[in-house]
Nanobody, 115 residues
Framework: QVQLVESGGGLVQPGGSLRLSCVAS????????MGWYRQAPGRQRELVAT???????NYGDSVKGRFTISRDNAKNTVYLQMNSLKPEDTAVYYC?????????WGQGTQVTVSS
């Protein structure tokens, strides 16, 4: 079993920054993809960013140049640095780990961008 615990969400003004963290515990294989997805009310869950154990990264078009994903393999932790936040970034952000084509999800953390 895999457990994911996110932290770092909250309320921030437009143009501000937040850093999300997600710690994975349980049976974590060294080859995996970790990432972040988000879901706004009335919308489908969408990709924010992913990073592989080989340090390849992938970003959703709407966050490129503003968000940075990173990972610490020794701590089984993935981070999402979010800069230049916009109101349209408001959503519940979910941590994801994919191993051998199985997906594991965290409980989600709310990010609200508002003045």
């Amino acid at each position: 079993q895999v457990q994911l615990v996110e932290s770092g969400g909250g309320l921030v003004q437009p143009g501000g920054s937040l850093r999300l963290s997600c710690v994975a515990s349980g049976t974590i294989f060294s080859y995996n993809t970790m990432g972040w997805y988000r879901q706004a009310p009335g919308r489908q869950r969408e990709l924010v960013a992913t990073t592989t154990s080989g340090d390849s990264t992938n970003y959703g078009d709407s966050v490129k140049g503003r968000f940075t994903i990173s990972r610490d393999n020794a701590k089984n932790t993935v981070y999402l640095q979010m800069n230049s936040l916009k109101p349209e970034d408001t959503a519940v952000y979910y941590c994801n780990v994919r191993m051998f084509f199985e997906d594991y999800w965290g409980q989600g953390t709310q990010v609200t961008v508002s003045s």
